[in-house]
């Protein structure tokens, strides 16, 4: 069965400074791999997806993702935090059905 | 743009009430989602349907049922609310070509139950 494991439910950066959020999954077939972003008070939307080809993904606003299938990870990076990246993000795995495992989620907090 | 709505964004309900939530996607699309969401818990699906008439049970479906009647429309219904059901739902749809497709969401509806 797949599943995600995000590492840290709450992140804090200082705005300008690197973004960093962890994702490991677990998958018995090639996966397919998104991060969603939650702003306060609204529904997730996608930041990104992997599917097949690069493994390096760019995204929305800045965002990037890392494909690495021996570390089983897709990590998200953004090089300089703004203060509206304050977000809930989720890392989600998909096994080629519709269907999507999400992680538990982490809490990205911006200061100035 | 796709647009998913949820008819309530606020709800209050009374324990052993029937309730509905209703979402309406305008894409077209053919799967469509139920999650529930709490907090250190992430998204949890509930039930998903792939066409019209058809769903499929998710990862948490005791105590919720669902109907589609129309492809646009998909509703989640709570037969007798418990407090347990407390909780923020979400909706999403998603074109139905396979893995790779993107979920779109509604802005969710805060169900408490008291």
């Known amino acids: 069965a797949q599943s995600v494991t995000q590492l840290g439910s709450h992140v804090s950066v200082s705005e300008g400074a690197l973004v960093l959020l962890r994702c490991n999954y677990s998958s018995s077939v090639p996966p397919y791999l998104f991060w969603y972003v939650q702003y306060p008070n609204q529904g997730l939307q996608l930041l990104l997806k992997?599917?097949?080809?690069?493994?390096l993904v760019k995204g929305i606003n800045g965002f990037e993702a890392e494909f690495k299938k021996s570390e089983t990870s897709f990590h998200l990076t953004k090089p300089s935090a703004h203060m509206s990246d304050a977000a809930e993000y989720f890392c989600a795995v998909s096994e080629g059905y519709s269907t999507l495992t999400f992680g538990k989620g982490t809490m990205l907090l911006v200061s100035p | 743009d796709v647009k998913v709505t949820q008819s309530s964004r606020y709800l209050v309900k009374r324990t052993g009430e029937k309730v509905f939530l209703e979402c309406v996607q305008d894409m077209d699309h053919e799967n469509m989602f139920w999650y529930r969401q709490d907090p250190g818990l992430g998204l949890r699906l509930i039930y998903f349907?792939?066409?019209?008439?058809?769903?499929e049970k998710g990862d948490i479906p005791e105590g919720y049922s669902v109907s589609r009647e129309k492809k646009e429309r998909f509703s989640l219904i709570l037969e007798s609310a418990s407090t347990n059901q407390t909780s923020m739902y979400l909706c999403?749809?998603?074109?139905?070509?396979?893995?790779?497709?993107?979920?779109?969401f509604g802005p969710g509806t805060r169900l408490t139950v008291l």
């Open positions: 349907s792939y066409d019209v008439k058809m769903k």
């Open positions: 999403a749809s998603s074109p139905g070509t396979g893995g790779t497709d993107t979920q779109y």
């Open positions: 992997y599917t097949t080809g690069a493994t």
